[in-house]
């Protein structure tokens, strides 16, 4: 158990919803990153935040978005979701702004576009 | 940005078999970390190791910073070692995210 927690671990949705992914991060950690691992795309960096405010942003749609709330805890939001946004969405979390510290990763969450 | 090259993408393995598994990047480094992404998709820490060489257990990794690449050690094999390899390197300027090879693709039969 990496101490990372995500949910929910599978969901099913249409084309066209909005969905929230839940991450909360190891104890302590101030830093929560977003991944997306598609079958072709391998897994692509979506954002990061560090205590609260965004960090960096890597290939994320303008349809996407995310926050870090009070409590480090993060969500990601997906909406008009299309069948190409199917994929494993990852949460992982370090204890600092990334340098120099290791990353550990949720069990991520699978989302199903029908 | 940052290349990240992971060599063999697949490999298929007899069970008590040895291998090697290598990950290139292509600029200087402050954080490398190896994980196996096991059949269900969870993604398992093997080793942080930005520089010199671990063990643990069967496994051991060695990174050469200097010449930007890093190898994993599989020894004596088992099936529960399928999955895929991920090596993924965090350039050593920056407030920049950790960045995954392809992955190598192991599969270990009895």
């Known amino acids: 158990d990496s101490g990372v927690t995500q949910t929910p671990k599978h969901l099913i949705t249409a084309t066209g919803q909005r969905v929230t992914l839940r991450c909360s991060p190891r104890?302590?950690?101030?830093?929560v990153y977003w991944y997306q691992q598609s079958l072709d795309q391998g897994l692509q960096f979506l954002i990061h935040?560090?205590?609260?405010?965004?960090?960096a942003k890597g290939n994320i749609l303008e349809r996407f978005s995310a926050q870090q709330f009070p409590d480090l805890h993060s969500e990601l939001n997906l909406s008009s979701l299309e069948l190409g946004d199917s994929a494993l969405y990852f949460c992982?979390?370090?204890?600092?702004?990334?340098?120099?510290?290791?990353?550990?990763f949720g069990q991520g969450t699978r989302l199903t576009v029908v | 940005g940052i290349q990240v090259e992971q060599s063999p993408p697949d490999l298929i393995l007899q069970e008590g078999a040895n291998s090697t598994l290598r990950c290139n990047f292509s600029?200087?480094?402050?954080?490398l970390q190896w994980f196996h992404q096991n059949p269900w998709g969870q993604l398992i820490n093997l080793f942080y190791i930005p520089s010199g060489t671990k063990q643990n257990g069967r496994l051991s990794a060695t990174t050469v910073a200097t010449e930007r690449y890093s190898l994993l050690y599989i020894s004596s094999s088992q099936t529960t070692d399928s999955g895929v390899y991920f090596c993924?390197?965090?350039?050593?300027?920056?407030?920049?995210?950790?960045?995954f090879g392809k992955g190598t693709r192991l599969s270990v039969i009895a």
């Open positions: 104890s302590g950690d101030l830093s």
């Open positions: 992982a979390s370090s204890a600092l702004g990334g340098l120099n510290t290791e990353a550990f």
């Open positions: 993924a390197v965090r350039l050593n300027s920056g407030n920049t995210p950790l960045v």
């Open positions: 935040y560090y205590n609260g405010e965004e960090r």
């Open positions: 600029d200087s480094v402050n954080n």
